[in-house]
């Protein structure tokens, strides 16, 4: 239910609203498959610092907004979630019968797959960004310029 609350409801939301709601309900998946993969003895410890590493750089490139910050929390997010992934899809592969909840495994491997491509295109669109701001005449006031408008002569 999360996962559809991020896929689409988030993108229909104004760009001023989105903050801190759509971050409590991404890390109430990171929490949610932490959890799941806790059962998963051999998992559990590097799942769970994988978690709390993601959580605590995502929270800190809220508050800091900072670039550095926005790198390392995505790319922490994209091997958070293809970690998940690979958990699901080795358990649904392990599965000797199909039921609801192999299916639903199999729906939420599809929709964290979509997040990871999401995130992906994220990175790519943060670090493709700041040179081509930059560049532009007159610079940029946003936060990926390296040169600010008043600078401009």
Same mark, same amino acid.
């Given at each position: 239910m999360v996962l559809l609350i991020l896929l689409v409801v988030a993108p229909l939301l104004p760009a001023e609203r989105v903050g801190y709601e759509v971050?409590?309900?991404? *890390? &109430?998946?990171l929490i949610t498959g932490a959890y799941s993969? !806790?059962?998963?003895?051999r998992h559990r410890f590097p799942f769970l610092? &994988?978690?709390? !590493?993601? =959580?605590?750089?995502?929270w800190t *490139?809220?508050?800091l907004n900072h670039a550095g910050f926005? %790198?390392?929390?995505?790319? %922490?997010?994209? =091997?958070w979630l293809v970690y998940a992934i690979t958990l699901i899809v080795a358990a649904l592969f392990r599965m000797e019968r199909i039921d609801t909840n192999a299916i639903l495994g199999a729906i939420v491997a599809y929709m964290l797959a979509a997040v990871a491509f999401a995130s992906l295109f994220e990175l790519i669109e943060l670090t493709s960004r700041a040179p081509s701001r930059a560049s532009q005449p007159g610079g940029s006031s946003d936060k990926w310029s390296t040169r600010s408008s008043t600078s401009a002569s």
């Open positions: 971050e409590f309900f991404f *890390d &109430l998946v993969a !806790a059962w998963q003895t610092a &994988l978690t709390v !590493a993601t =959580l605590a750089t995502r *490139d809220m508050v926005s %790198l390392v929390s995505i790319v %922490l997010v994209v =091997l």
